[in-house]
């Protein structure tokens, strides 16, 4: 058990105190635990690097409680009304969940077919990423700022545009991973 998979498992401990903190009405300190759980996200990768304490359970373990903290977030904000704020669309939660599930589902099938191991996250899956972290953190804003509701929802927006660019994205690649050379 190495620190960043210790800090990752601390990542993924905030998660019901984020989700408590949405159902509280609580946007600020919400989105205090949505920060300190990236910043941990990015202190556990420091370490893992700069240390070389890098290992095959946190391989794992730490894109589990990324996809975990943000398939909770745009769950819980996505309930009608309940959250201050701009909402995140139904729809869009629906893209999102239903994305990653077609990725593990095709990373699955190409394991289990091919004997396919690696599925590297693409530059466009890289941005998406980053954008739903982004809109997150303007829907909880929005909260504390009724002014943001706008640029959250476009946020949204955005990132159903891009989830829809990378799952076609990751079905091109795994396309190309599956025929033969």
Known sequence: MTIPNLISLLRMGLIPLFIIAV??????????VFVIAGLSDA????IARFWNQRSALGAYLDPMADKLLLTSA?????IPGLSAGASVPVWVTVLV???DVVIVGVALMLYLAQGVSRFPPS?????????????????LLSGLQPALELPALAACFLVALLTV?????????????????
């Open 43 to 46: 202190l556990d990768g420091f």
């Open 74 to 78: 745009y769950v819980v904000l996505a």
């Open 97 to 99: 969940i239903t994305r």
């Open 23 to 32: 159902l509280d009405g609580r946007p600020g300190r919400a989105l205090a």
């Open 123 to 139: 530059g466009i899956s890289k941005v998406n990423t980053a954008v739903q972290i982004a809109a997150i953190g303007l829907v």
């Open 165 to 181: 660019a990378s799952g076609v994205d990751y079905i091109r690649l795994a396309n190309r991973m599956a025929s033969p050379d």
